[in-house]
C-alpha cells in the first residue's frame, strides 16, 4: 500500500514571500500521478497542481510549483509571491496509475496548515 | 459549468439512526469517489464507481455503509445504525478518466454528526 507523509503540520510565511511545502511517499510502483490540493475553511478541496511520474519536467502553474524527485519519492510545493487567500490546509495526494485492489481512490498526506502573516 | 454538489451541507443524526447523502456529480464525469475526512483518520478513500458498477467495496469502513449510484451519475451513500465515529465529512469527487489526466474535482462535502 502506499503512503504520502506531510512532516509539516504548521507552516508560516509572510505576504509575498515565498514558502515550500513537503511532501514525501512511499511505493512500489513506477507510474502514478501526484497531486496538490488546498481545502480553505469552505471545506471545497481545489486541485492546485499535478504531476504524472513519468514526465520528468516539474509542474508550474502560475505562483505554484513543484519539486518533483522521483527516486528520492518527494514531491514538495513552492508557493511564491505568497497571497492571503493562500491560507488553507494543503494536501499532497498519490494516485496509482493502475485500476482496481484499491488503486482507484487517492492516497492523501495528513496535511500541511498553511498561515500567511500580512 | 456546474461542479460536483452535495447534500445535505450539514447533517445531525441521533445515534443509530439511518442517513443518507447525496452527490451529484459534474456532468458527464462517469468516475465518482467517495471520501471521509475526520480529525482522528485524515482523508480516507471510501469507494469508486465507474459508471453504475463499485469494482471494490473494500474501503468502506463496516457493514453498515452501502453505496449506489443510478444512470451514471447521482450516488448516495447510506450509513446505518450511525454511531458517533461516523461523525465526520464526507466528500464526493467526480472525474473524467478518458480524459487521461486522473483529476478528481470534489463536492464542498456533508458534514455529519452523530449525537
Known amino acids: 500500500a502506499q503512503t504520502v507523509t506531510q512532516s509539516q503540520p504548521e507552516m508560516s510565511v509572510q505576504e509575498a514571500e515565498t514558502v515550500t511545502l513537503s511532501c514525501t511517499y512511499d511505493?512500489?510502483?513506477?507510474?502514478?500521478?501526484l497531486f496538490w490540493y488546498k481545502q480553505p475553511p469552505s471545506r471545497q478541496m481545489i486541485l492546485v497542481i499535478r504531476?504524472?511520474?513519468?514526465?520528468?519536467q516539474n509542474a508550474t502553474e502560475n505562483r505554484f510549483s513543484v519539486n518533483f524527485q522521483k527516486a528520492a519519492k518527494s514531491f514538495s510545493l513552492k508557493i511564491s509571491d505568497s497571497q492571503l487567500g493562500d491560507a488553507a490546509m494543503y494536501f499532497c495526494a498519490y494516485r496509482s496509475a493502475s485500476f482496481g485492489g484499491g488503486a482507484d481512490g487517492l492516497t492523501f498526506g495528513k496535511g500541511t496548515h498553511l498561515i500567511i502573516q500580512p | 459549468g456546474a461542479g460536483v454538489s452535495q447534500s445535505p451541507s450539514n447533517k445531525v443524526t441521533e445515534k443509530g439512526k439511518d442517513v443518507e447523502l447525496r452527490c451529484d456529480p459534474i456532468s458527464g464525469h462517469t468516475a465518482l469517489y467517495w471520501y471521509r475526512q475526520s480529525l482522528g483518520q485524515g482523508l480516507e478513500f471510501l469507494i469508486y464507481?465507474?459508471?453504475?458498477?463499485?469494482?471494490?467495496k473494500s474501503g468502506l469502513p463496516s457493514d453498515r455503509f452501502s453505496a449506489e449510484r443510478t444512470g451514471g451519475s447521482v450516488s448516495t451513500l447510506t450509513i446505518q445504525r450511525t454511531q458517533q465515529e461516523d461523525s465526520a465529512v464526507y466528500l464526493c469527487?467526480?472525474?473524467?478518466?478518458?480524459?487521461?489526466?486522473?483529476?478528481?474535482?470534489f463536492g464542498p462535502g456533508t458534514r455529519l454528526t452523530v449525537t
Open positions: 504531476q504524472e511520474a513519468y514526465k520528468q
Open positions: 464507481f465507474q459508471g453504475n458498477s463499485a469494482p471494490d
Open positions: 469527487a467526480s472525474s473524467f478518466l478518458a480524459s487521461g489526466s486522473y483529476e478528481q474535482y
Open positions: 511505493t512500489s510502483e513506477s507510474d502514478y500521478y
